[in-house]
């Protein structure tokens, strides 16, 4: 942890953090709180990984992925997600898209056409991002940049509760293997690895709860808004 920028800038609260690690619902829950606007960037990966997957683009085709990354036909209305006007809010989280989001995300055409697509969700009311480079390279200039961690044992327990499965089970193994195998594609990529920045609050959300998570997050924005 070191100092925040002062005077604060971009009205962006930055969570990043690897899967998993419910970086999602907090971001969701303190752009709720704070009557911001909400970004799920990985949303855009996974949608452009579907709709390649969709046009049967070879996935070595970066210039291909990277045209229909520019042009994702997505409407975000009332909670869903429209991909071509089909309603893809529950597909799009199934870890095979979650696998080829990865798989894209190495790309830096890729992730150069989704760049302004992401800023442009920043208005006048101000935005919480959750993704892996929010603060390094979408929202460098964030008021406040949070680097969410627990372990991967611990993040492969998180999903298999919520998707019904048991630690003893094979299916708990194949989690945690592909929880282990996304990290270390995200954070050893070449272009945006997911790593914290220098002055990113580091919260280790092992032993905290969605709500001790958000608290503390709201306690460090609270000390910058003084
Ligand atoms: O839900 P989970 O945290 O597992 O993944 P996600 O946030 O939906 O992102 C899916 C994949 O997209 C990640 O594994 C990353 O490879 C990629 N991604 C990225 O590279 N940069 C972002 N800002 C967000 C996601």
Same mark, same amino acid.
């Given at each position: 942890m070191s100092t925040l920028p002062f005077p604060h800038s971009t009205k962006v609260i930055a969570i990043d953090g690897p899967s998993a690690s419910g970086k999602g619902t907090i971001a969701a829950r303190i752009a709720s709180i704070l009557n911001r606007d909400y970004l799920d960037s990985g949303a855009l990966y996974r949608l452009t990984a579907l709709f390649a997957q969709q046009r049967q683009i070879d996935w070595t085709n970066e210039e291909q992925i990277a045209q229909l990354a520019a042009a994702l036909p997505v409407i975000f209305i009332e909670g869903k997600i429209l991909l071509n006007d089909l309603d893809v809010t529950h597909i799009i @989280?199934?870890?095979? /898209?979650?696998?080829?989001? !990865?798989?894209?995300?190495? =790309? $830096? #055409? /890729?992730?150069?056409a989704l760049l302004q697509r992401q800023r442009?969700? #920043? *208005?006048?009311?101000? #935005?919480?991002?959750?993704?892996?480079?929010m603060a390094s390279v979408v929202f460098p200039s964030a008021e406040l940049k949070i680097f969410l961690t627990a372990s991967a044992q611990i993040r492969a327990e998180r999903r298999a509760l919520q998707l019904g499965i048991s630690v003893n089970s094979d299916e708990f193994k194949q989690i945690l293997a592909d929880i282990e195998?996304?990290? *270390?594609?995200? @954070? *050893?990529? %070449?272009?945006? $690895? %997911?790593? $914290?920045?220098?002055?990113?609050?580091? %919260?280790? *959300? !092992? !032993? #905290?709860?969605?709500?001790? !998570?958000?608290?503390?997050? %709201?306690?460090? =924005?609270?000390?910058?808004?003084?």
């Amino acid at each position: 942890m070191s100092t925040l920028p002062f005077p604060h800038s971009t009205k962006v609260i930055a969570i990043d953090g690897p899967s998993a690690s419910g970086k999602g619902t907090i971001a969701a829950r303190i752009a709720s709180i704070l009557n911001r606007d909400y970004l799920d960037s990985g949303a855009l990966y996974r949608l452009t990984a579907l709709f390649a997957q969709q046009r049967q683009i070879d996935w070595t085709n970066e210039e291909q992925i990277a045209q229909l990354a520019a042009a994702l036909p997505v409407i975000f209305i009332e909670g869903k997600i429209l991909l071509n006007d089909l309603d893809v809010t529950h597909i799009i @989280r199934s870890e095979e /898209v979650g696998m080829n989001a !990865s798989k894209i995300a190495v =790309y $830096p #055409l /890729v992730r150069a056409a989704l760049l302004q697509r992401q800023r442009g969700f #920043l *208005t006048a009311r101000g #935005l919480v991002a959750d993704g892996r480079d929010m603060a390094s390279v979408v929202f460098p200039s964030a008021e406040l940049k949070i680097f969410l961690t627990a372990s991967a044992q611990i993040r492969a327990e998180r999903r298999a509760l919520q998707l019904g499965i048991s630690v003893n089970s094979d299916e708990f193994k194949q989690i945690l293997a592909d929880i282990e195998k996304r990290d *270390t594609a995200d @954070r *050893t990529r %070449l272009v945006a $690895p %997911l790593q $914290p920045v220098a002055d990113a609050h580091i %919260l280790d *959300t !092992s !032993s #905290l709860n969605i709500e001790e !998570s958000v608290q503390k997050i %709201l306690d460090w =924005y609270q000390i910058i808004e003084k």
